[in-house]
């Protein structure tokens, strides 16, 4: 079971810019059946398109922009998004949500003792863990937090274990 997000935002602009081009053909097409004066005045911008030269700036620039925003819109769609639901280990296919899994070993890391607060990062096969104490004495606080958080992950299970990263940062 892996879910993935969707590509909202890539697929909105795209949307909202062809739905505008949409529109503004249907306008200039209906003012033109019904005889009225049009919005644009086609003979001025057919004219200056007639003498725009393929070697000109302006159409190496125009091609250049649309170009890259095509490459870019490519690349969201191939590139796979984060996954919203980790996939778990066992006979039957289950996930834990993301938001829910980073909680539970959020959970693990402050339990720890001498740890004020925790954060948890997961990006990819990396879980980075990021813990507060207010003890002078650090040494010893971030194998207990990998332990704790290593212990966490043997209970839920993943199908692929991320390597964990402990930063200490003391707060005075």
Known sequence: MKRRTRRRLPATVTAVVLLAACAAVAVFAIQMILGRTPVVDFPAVAGTLHATRWSDLAPAVIAAVIAVLGLVLLVLAILPGKL????????????????????MLRTAASTVDGVAGASVRLRGKRLLVKVSTRRTETAGLADAVRAAVGERLDRIGPAMRPTVRVRVRRTR
Do not use: N
């Open 84 to 103: 919203r639901v980790i996939p778990l280990d066992g006979p039957v296919p289950s996930g834990a949500a993301r938001h829910s899994y980073r909680g």
